[in-house]
């Protein structure tokens, strides 16, 4: 089972930045597929964000387009959500995922990803 925890998250303005960093356990760490996630009270967990194992392949949701980036630092165990241009309706909190059998693909579905972090929140004032 791989450890996940996030930290980074926040109070913020509207059109402000952060960035969320989510260490993970484990030798293999370049082989996994790495994924946020993210859940508003109310609402279901919803896709943000992916990197496919060997970091050649991403995937955003439409809603983030174009202002969140994923990355990976594999010497550091480390992904990354760099949160720009952020809006009210981005309040949520935030998790992250893996997926240590890897592959090619940055998956969407949550149901891809077998071990999550605790999540950490994000409020985005308006």
């Known amino acids: 089972q791989v450890q996940l925890v996030e930290s980074g998250g926040g109070l913020v303005q509207a059109g402000g930045s952060l960035r969320l960093s989510c260490a993970a356990s484990?030798?293999?760490?370049?082989?996994?597929?790495m994924g946020w996630f993210r859940q508003a009270p109310g609402k279901e967990r919803e896709f943000v964000a992916a990197?496919?194992?060997?970091?050649?392949?991403?995937n955003y949701a439409d809603s983030v387009k174009g202002r969140f980036t994923i990355s990976t630092v594999n010497t550091k165990n480390t992904v990354y959500l760099q949160m720009n241009s952020l809006k009210p309706e981005d309040t949520a909190v935030y998790y992250c995922?893996?997926?240590?059998?890897?592959?090619?693909?940055?998956?969407?579905?949550?149901?891809?990803?077998?071990?999550w972090g605790q999540g950490t929140q994000v409020t985005v004032s308006s």
């Open positions: 990197v496919s194992s060997t970091g050649g392949n991403t």
């Open positions: 484990g030798s293999t760490f370049s082989s996994y597929v």
């Open positions: 995922a893996a997926r240590p059998l890897g592959g090619r693909y940055a998956y969407t579905g949550s149901q891809m990803y077998s071990d």
